[in-house]
Antibody, heavy 114, light 107 residues
Framework: EVQLVESGGSLVQPGGSLKLSCVASGFTFSNYWMDWVRQTPGKSLEWIGEINTDGSKTNYAPSIKDRFTISRDNAKSTLYLQMSNVKSDDTAIYYC???????WGQGVMVTVSS | DIQMTQSPASLSASLGETVTIECRASEDIYNGLAWYQQKPGKSPQLLIYNANSLHTGVPSRFSGSGSGTQYSLKINSLQSEDVASYFCQQYYDYPYTFGAGTKLELK
């Protein structure tokens, strides 16, 4: 069974940093591009970015470019999202997904507030 | 960015009814479109990809159609378990973008 389990969400102050993790199981992680998507309290969905199979290539949404970094460790079947200089607008539920968007994690909450 | 305009924002329908949700892209997305269902407190679930391909395990009462800039999701014979929010997404061009969603309720 394919499973994606995110962790690392918390309350963080504006300007702070946070690193989210997503552990994958039930499929060969190293064969798949992976994505991060977030959902704001207003419920809209926003694509954050993606990473290729060996981690050598990434694509990001302009809204978060240069603040967020996606990486992966195929040996650990783990996807990461490093968030820096966070803003109140980054408050959302963060999901990891396979790049075909056929499997999603349960999501992890990030709250940016002082 | 490609803008995805989804309508209606909310919809009330009766059991057994046929429901249609529309999504319009700001430019041609060449069938690079997916539909998702999201129930409260849950993550989105893929229903349709490539505009009209049914994802594995999705009931056949769900169908997708369209081309160019206009796409639709149809639910035949509405069931109680279909009460949810529905989102469209284009993945033809970066950044991938989503519609604002349609909340489907029972009448």
């Amino acid at each position: 069974e394919v499973q994606l389990v995110e962790s690392g969400g918390s309350l963080v102050q504006p300007g702070g940093s946070l690193k989210l993790s997503c552990v994958a199981s039930g499929f060969t992680f190293s064969n798949y591009w992976m994505d991060w998507v977030r959902q704001t309290p207003g419920k809209s969905l926003e694509w954050i970015g993606e990473i290729n199979t060996d981690g050598s290539k990434t694509n990001y949404a302009p809204s978060i470019k240069d603040r967020f970094t996606i990486s992966r460790d195929n040996a650990k079947s783990t996807l990461y999202l490093q968030m820096s200089n966070v803003k109140s607008d980054d408050t959302a539920i963060y999901y990891c997904t396979r790049a075909s968007f056929d499997y999603w994690g349960q999501g992890v909450m990030v709250t940016v507030s002082s | 960015d490609i803008q995805m305009t989804q309508s209606p924002a909310s919809l009330s329908a009766s059991l057994g009814e046929t429901v249609t949700i529309e999504c319009r892209a700001s430019e041609d997305i060449y069938n690079g479109l997916a539909w998702y269902q999201q129930k409260p407190g849950k993550s989105p679930q893929l229903l349709i990809y490539n505009a009209n391909s049914l994802h594995t395990g999705v009931p056949s009462r769900f169908s997708g159609s369209g081309s160019g800039t206009q796409y639709s999701l149809k639910i035949n014979s509405l069931q109680s378990e279909d009460v949810a929010s529905y989102f469209c997404q284009q993945y033809y061009d970066y950044p991938y973008t989503f519609g604002a969603g349609t909340k489907l309720e029972l009448k």
